[in-house]
């Protein structure tokens, strides 16, 4: 069997397209025009048909991020660094960040304009643009990335080595100093 995806019906490709905006079968059947009495038998049938299942399949697979992505990205984030984009001045060029394709490691840009207005004829007017911008955090992001491979956990590791005996006394102690 190949798994290759044949063309659509322009009727079945609406039904895709519907089944793919509420996920329920009969409701996208009834939306691209199938019969409103038989709606769930023909959306049964559609959603059994494989070309059909290949194609909404296919169209899942665009939309959706791999885990493989995600932690790609979560890892740009912790090797994020923008400072070959401060200019001179310490300010950030956005433009320049934006065609490096780092603009993802950015959280949030706050921009703000002063005009200051001479007071005299020989005052000039200046306006300052102040530019902030927050980044993702990139232990926050680290700190995934080590737990996903497994190199630590929020659980706390406590290693009790005494006999049940020396538990109970210490126990007991325990509640006799906190009783007096």
């Known amino acids: 069997m190949t798994d290759e995806v044949k063309p659509l019906t322009k009727k079945q490709e609406i039904f895709v397209n519907e089944y793919l905006k509420c996920f329920n079968g009969a409701e996208a059947a009834r939306r691209a025009g199938y019969s409103e009495k038989n709606a769930r038998d023909t959306a049964s049938d559609l959603l059994a048909n494989p070309d059909i299942s290949r194609h909404i399949q296919s169209r899942l697979n665009e939309v959706h991020m791999s885990a493989d992505e995600a932690l790609k990205l979560t890892a740009d984030i912790a090797r994020g660094d923008v400072t070959e984009f401060i200019t001179g001045f310490g ?90």
């Open 91 to 180: 300010n950030i060029d956005i433009d320049a960040v934006r065609k490096s394709g780092k603009g993802r490691l950015i959280k949030k840009i706050k921009q703000k304009t002063v005009t200051k207005i001479g007071k005299g004829n020989e005052d000039a007017d200046v306006e300052v643009l102040d530019t902030e911008i927050e980044l993702y955090p990139a232990d926050a992001a680290l700190d995934k990335i080590l737990k996903i491979h497994g190199k630590y956990s929020d659980a706390p590791t406590v290693n009790i080595n005494m006999s049940w005996k020396e538990f109970v006394e210490s126990a007991n102690r325990s509640a006799s100093n906190n009783n007096s």
